[in-house]
């Protein structure tokens, strides 16, 4: 029932910046959070960052802290990640992510739901 709609992706060259966009329809999100992975050939989808839709709070990989920025309009339904200093091991399919938030687990696959299709980051050097 929930759709998620990532966009924003395409190619980029080192220390280059992109704004990823997440648009969520079909439900009105309440104590949710919305989360960022991402997924390399051959890798596991691994957390990038996270937002709680209500109150604003921010999550990141240790690794992509100070590089890596989320945050939400809530008033358009839609998550952006916006990248940094993009480096070519940041290439990737990201993907927007939804569940009932969790701090606990909030950078653990299983507590997200919903799924966006994936957008395609590449970053060459």
């Known amino acids: 029932q929930v759709q998620l709609v990532e966009s924003g992706g395409g190619l980029v060259q080192a220390g280059g910046s992109l704004r990823l966009s997440c648009a969520v329809s079909?439900?009105?999100?309440?104590?949710?959070?919305m989360g960022w992975f991402r997924q390399a050939p051959g890798k596991e989808r691994e957390f990038v960052a996270a937002i709680s839709w209500t109150i604003g709070t921010t999550y990141f990989a240790d690794s992509l802290k100070g590089r890596f920025t989320v945050s939400r309009d809530n008033a358009k339904n839609t998550v952006y990640l916006q990248m940094n200093s993009l480096k070519p091991e940041d290439t990737a399919v990201y993907y927007c992510a939804a569940g009932l938030i969790n701090i606990g687990a909030i950078r653990e696959r299983r507590m997200y739901d919903y799924w966006g299709q994936g957008t395609q980051v590449t970053v060459s050097s």
């Open positions: 079909g439900r009105t999100f309440t104590s949710y959070s």
